[in-house]
């Protein structure tokens, strides 16, 4: 009873797998999948999209993207994707205190949409580190 996973970014294949259970960072909120899920086709937001193999829990840090899924099998494109066992948990929350202060000092909607874009980052790597601690 597994569901098959493919993350697929423009310059490789993230991930291909099977997992018993996927949440994915939508844009309406989290969405959980299991085995058996109605088709489905969402828009996929900067966070983290966790897999669940057997007992533990894997996080992968998406950058936005789309999801598709059908017959057992979740296709995801993604505009990119980190490796969560590269975050360093000190440098994540240094570049989330940064990435706040350059928001709230933005004055052009160009520069404030980039800042949110890199605070959400900032987010999602300590969300996906703590996933790893516990």
Do not use: C, Y
């Amino acid at each position: 009873m597994t569901l098959n996973i493919r993350v697929i970014a423009p310059d490789r294949t993230v991930w291909d797998a099977n997992a018993e259970e996927v949440i994915l960072p939508s844009s309406t909120g989290q969405v959980g999948i299991l085995k058996g899920h109605i088709p489905l086709l969402t828009a996929i937001d900067i966070g983290v999209m966790r897999v669940r193999i057997e007992k533990e829990w894997q996080p992968i840090i998406l950058l936005g993207g789309f999801a598709e899924v059908k017959d057992d099998k979740i296709t995801i494109l993604v505009n990119g994707a980190e490796e969560v066992s590269k975050i360093e948990i000190k440098a994540a929350k240094e570049n989330l205190e940064k990435a706040t202060k350059i928001l709230n000092e933005a004055r052009n909607d160009k520069d404030k949409i980039e800042a949110t874009q890199n605070l959400r980052r900032a987010r999602a790597r300590i969300q996906a580190a703590n996933v790893l601690a516990n």
